[in-house]
């Protein structure tokens, strides 16, 4: 039975009127009131989370990089804010949007000599691949050399370097989003993009492919 101290019609009318994938509260006692059953494993914690831990202090709302959701398997971002009651901490409230979008884009992108497109986050994790294994994944997995070192280097740069994935040789590309902690990455197999024929048009082509997820 719900009484007027019960959250959880506040957080369904949260998520309803801003049409949010989902919203929930993490309480300091571990609950997790969520508008929905969010099929989250046995014993899970919301205190013990990235998006609780680190915003108990917070003085406003604040946006998280993209995850890849423990409930949905989906890209995501949160607003996560503290929530208080007559003056006490009473948990951080979430909400989550699903960044469906840009991952269909990403993995639109067709480029010459089998290129295709991947999401990184500049921690170094995989975000968004065709080959959904690698999702959630560090980037070190696809190549041993890209650490989120060489990754920043890359995209200062605009340098391609050749890298080895999936035991072909791969012209790799990488190119910030503006305003987020994500890159693109472009990879073209290496033959194809060196022909006289496919140089110029691969690399307009980079260029095409980062103006279409930005916009």
Same mark, same amino acid.
């Not at 989370?49 to 831990?53: G, I, T």
């Not at 968004?128 to 560090?138: A, C, I, N, W």
């Given at each position: 039975a719900q009484t007027a101290d019960d959250p959880l019609p506040a957080i369904v009318q949260v998520a309803k009127s801003g049409k949010f994938e989902a919203a929930y509260l993490g &309480?300091? *006692?571990k609950q997790m009131i969520a508008d929905h059953d969010m099929q989250l494993p046995a014993g899970y914690d919301p205190t013990a $989370?990235?998006?609780?831990?680190e915003n108990v202090g917070a003085t406003s709302t604040v946006m998280t990089a993209p995850y890849i959701d423990m409930s949905t398997k989906k890209l995501v971002i949160s607003f996560v804010q503290p929530v208080h009651k007559n003056g006490a901490f009473a948990g951080v409230l979430g909400t989550d #949007? +699903? +960044? *469906? *979008?840009? #991952? &269909? $884009?990403?993995l639109g992108i067709k480029l010459v000599g089998k290129g295709y497109g991947i999401l990184i986050g500049k921690d170094g994790q995989v975000l968004?691949? $065709? *080959?959904?294994? $690698? #999702? &959630?994944?560090?980037a070190v997995e696809l190549a041993p050399e890209l650490k989120p070192e060489l990754l920043a280097e890359l995209a200062k740069s605009g340098e391609m370097r050749? #890298?080895?994935l999936g035991g072909a040789a791969k012209y790799f590309y990488v190119r910030a989003i503006e305003g987020t902690d994500l890159y693109l990455a472009l990879a073209v197999d290496k033959s194809l993009a060196l022909s006289?024929?496919?140089a110029l048009f691969w690399q307009a082509l980079i260029m095409l492919a980062v103006? +279409? +997820?930005v916009v």
């Open positions: &309480t300091p *006692d $989370r990235p998006w609780y831990k #949007v +699903l +960044l *469906d *979008d840009i #991952v &269909t $884009r990403i968004v691949h $065709r *080959d959904g294994e $690698r #999702v &959630t994944k560090p050749e #890298v080895t006289p024929l496919n103006i +279409l +997820l």
